[in-house]
Structure formats: C-alpha cells, structure tokens
C-alpha cells in the first residue's frame, strides 16, 4: 500500500476565487470583525458571530456549510491577541488539521492574513503552519493490514495569501524539517523485532548513498578490536550483534572542526539481568529514539545544504537477558581506558554513550551534543511538557535555548555541579554506572556521561520522557514524538 502524502502550497488568489472543501479562518477573541474580503462569505459568517454561537476563544472551531466554491466555512477561534504567538498558532493549526482529517476531508485552504498579525510574520507564520500540519497529521499505520479504506489523509494544504512575496524557502525548510521528524518517527515506533541493530546500521548506509555522506559500519568484532568493552558489554547477551555507525556531512571547509552528534541506539531495553517488571517494559523500542533523530537530522543537514560539518555516532546494541548477558558486578573498560563498574545492568544507555563519546572526542569536535532516552527520571523532573538538558559549556547551552525558542520544542537546564560526583565513585573500579540512592536521576546520568568528554563543549539532552507521547493533540500523535529534530534544525540553521 502506497504512504499517503500531504503536500502543502503557498498560493497568491483572491478569496472569492477560491474552490476547496473548507476554508480555514482565524479569529481573535473580541476581534470578531470581517474585512473587505469576505463580503461572499458577510452573511454567512456576520450571523454565526452576531448569535454568540463563536467567540474566538482559543480551541474553539466552529464549520459552517457554505455550499458555494468553499463547501465549508471553518472559524478557527486564536484567543486573546495579546497572547497569542507560534505555539498557539502551530497547536491550533495540528488540532484542526486532524479535525479536518479524522471527518473526512481531503483538501483545505488556510487563509494566512487571519492567522498573522504585526508580532507574527508571515514568512515565519508559513513555516510554522506548514510544519503544524505535516507533523500534526502524522499517522504510524505500517503495520494495519485490515480496513486500510478507512484510513484518512488529506492531500492537499493550500495557504492563500495576497502577498507577492516568494515562499518556496520557507516550505522546503518545513517539508524536510517534517520529513526528518516523521522518518524518526516511522522508525522509532517500528517494533524491535524488525528494527535491530543491522536494520538500522543498514537504513544509514542508505541515506549516506542518496546524499553523499561519508558512512562506517563497524560490526561486533570491529568494536571489540577497537576496545569498546562497554558497548560490547551491553550488547553481548542478545542475537541482535551490535553495530557502530559513524556519518559525516561535510557543508563547509574541511578545515574547520565538526559537530558531533551522539545519538543512543537502544533497539530494545528489557533491563538485562535487572529486567524491567512489567508494565515498565512495554514501549522500550522507544530507546532508539537518540539514534534516529541523529541519523534523521545530518539527512536533512544535508538536503538542506547548511553551511556546517558535522559527524554523527550512533551506538546500536539491544539490552537483552541470556546466560551470556553482562552482570551487576562486572567491570567494562570503557574506550577511554576507564573501568566502570556495573551496579545496574538498567542503566546501559550511559554504558554505550561511553564509548561512542570518548570516540568522538578525539576527533576534537567544536562541541559534543548527545541525545538519549536515557532517564525514566526525566519524567519526574519535566514530564511530557519539557526535556531536561545539561552542559558543560555557557555559549551552547545559550544556543540550545535559543534554538527551543524558535523551535517551539521546550527544553529546560539543570545544573552539572560537582557535588554529584561522589555519587558515582566506586570502590573496585573508577566508576560506578549508578548512583545507588537512586537520587536525582537525570543529572547523575549526565555526571556519568561527562568523564567521556574530556574537554570538549558538550551538552547531554535527555528525552527519556518526550520520546514518547501518550496523547494526539497539536502536532503530537500517540507514539514516538520525533523529539530534537527541530531543536537540533533549527540551532543548525543558526550555527554560529
Ligand atoms: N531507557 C531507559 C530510560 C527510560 C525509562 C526511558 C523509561 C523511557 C522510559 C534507561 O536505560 C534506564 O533504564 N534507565 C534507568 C536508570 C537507573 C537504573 C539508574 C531508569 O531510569 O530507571
Ligand atoms: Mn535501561
Ligand atoms: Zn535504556
């Protein structure tokens, strides 16, 4: 069955040219009057407005049968003007699509003068529009073999404006932007029986050959002779061989130091020898999601031709149970050269980030940045509402920041102070993998991590939580989330 595929336009015509199922139309509570424009539709709408039925309030999404070249008028309720901005635009926009969607509809027109005003622009307000409702509509149906006739999907999204300006810049950055996150999603969501380590090593290989990257494939044995004995470690109980996977995009100057990128590739984390209970151990497939917003994002680097370098590493093992598993108690010697010593076979993540960090760093990258689902404690700390990010250096976490304002990806920081350190001293080895108070989970995850940095910038964010989402609302839909994708576009984009 072929996927089904929305594609979005910016077109310059006049409202009563239009011809489209619904026509989408913004207003501001208390703003309820009606330009010039819309002298077709006065009657129709003046009278739904005089009548109290619509007030603009934020949420509020009233469709009214017009039965003319618009077969339905849709007032789309924005809420306070003064409150109003890109995260209630974008959420609006992916609640209606999905309306939109879910009764039927295969096309629709968005009427963008309605939708901006002097705060918001409208070559940022296409962006976010267009972004809203190619990753709103996402839907994960790979693997519905029944009733695939009552699966819905619009086709086509038509922005109308009366500017002459020129959107095509905004629109592919959109497209590939969405492209990137749902292609993560796609393989986040694909289940652990299909999605190993080789799957994945072998989807990079792809990529690299459609976008001329440079890509290594290193296999069991090739990690075990470069001395990964932490990654080799986790990985040995499962029949799922781990692989390595190095990616390079060059879009600037040899010369110049690359961004690292370090992305988790957990295939499946039952725990090991400390298995999950259930229903701890449902959804941890999602524990590749670092890895596959990595390999996702250096794609969409490339086809969007950002004047950066930047290197990708993805360490993909799955954390399994055998009589060959590793053990609490065991010592791995890291890439590095440091000893670890196990005390919690559950917390790999850092284990396998260990040995692909120390890798990357003697490449001596401008900065190192880390994404992992790394911490059920993230969810404790930020909830689904924000991921929790820690750094070593000012200047990147002030450029992580800025790159979640713009992104509209909520990101928050915590501190990296000293004290944690002893937490994770050993008495056997020169470290421990856990905290054995089990206290403030996610910084002692990013304490570990930092031993493998050396000197290096560096920044750990932990998706632990917002890998995953439980709820289709705005651009979210029920399973993996995609998350980073945009942060890390949108603090590409802007590099320097
Ligand atoms: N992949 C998990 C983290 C996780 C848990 C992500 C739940 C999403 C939902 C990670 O490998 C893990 O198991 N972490 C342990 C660490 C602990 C043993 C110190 C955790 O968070 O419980
Ligand atoms: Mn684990
Ligand atoms: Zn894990």
Redesign the pocket.
Known sequence: MEKATTSVRVLKVELTKIKDNDLLIGFFKEKLRLGNEFREFENIISSYIKDNDFKGEKGEVKSIYANKNVKNIVLVGLGEEERYNFEVLTNTIGDVSKRLRDNGTQSFSIYLNSFINSKLKGDEAVEKITLACLIGLYKFTEYKTKDMDKIKAIKQITILTNSNKNFDRELKYSSVVAEALNKTRDFVNTPPNIATPEYIASYAKEIAKNYSLKCSVFDEKQIEKMKMGCLIGVAQGSVNKPRLVVLEYHGNDKKQKPIALVG?G?TF?S?GL?L?PYP?IL??K??KGGALASIHVIEACARLKFPINLVVITPLCE?MIDATSFRPDDILTAYNGMTVEIK?T????RLILADALSYVAELKPEVIIDIA???????ITLGYVATPFLSTDEKLSQKVKAASQKSLEKVWELPLWPEFEDNLKSDVADIK???EE?DA?VI??ATFLKNFVNDVPWVHIDI??T??SKVDKGILTKGATGATVRLMMEMFREWR
């Open positions: 988790k957990v984390d725990g400390n999950k701890y959804n941890m999602d524990d954390n919690n559950d917390a790999e993540g689902t790394l911490t059920g404690a993230s969810m993998n856990i905290s089990g989970g002692i995850g632990g939580t890998v995953w």
